[in-house]
Nanobody
């Protein structure tokens, strides 16, 4: 059974940093991608970043490019989302999700088969 568990959310002031982690279990190979999504109250869910754990390819949405960095610690089966220069508009519940895929990644949420429970990120102004 595939399980995803997020951690690392919290309250931070604008300009600050947080690191989210997604602990992944249940996969028997590295042929999968992890996507990070967020949903703010009253807004649609947004795909912010993804990484293919096997080939290392990454994607960032324009809204976070240059501020967020996604990485994979394959030895620990954990994917991190380092978030710097946080803005109040980054406030949302952040989810990680997993897709079985050989190469590349996308933030098309419908492609993802598994999802974590989410972690709250709040950025105060």
């Amino acid at each position: 059974e595939v399980q995803l568990v997020e951690s690392g959310g919290g309250l931070v002031q604008a300009g600050g940093s947080l690191r989210l982690s997604c602990a992944v279990s249940g996969f028997t190979s590295d042929d999968y991608a992890i996507g990070w999504f967020r949903q703010a109250p009253g807004k649609e869910r947004e795909g912010v970043s993804c990484i293919n754990v096997g080939d290392g390819s990454r994607y960032y949405a324009d809204s976070v490019k240059g501020r967020f960095t996604v990485s994979s610690d394959n030895a620990k089966n954990t994917v991190h989302l380092e978030m710097n220069s946080l803005k109040p508009e980054d406030t949302a519940v952040y989810y990680c999700a997993a897709e079985l895929i050989l190469v590349g990644c996308t933030v098309a949420e419908g492609r993802y088969d598994y999802r974590g429970q989410g972690t709250q990120v709040t950025v105060s102004s």
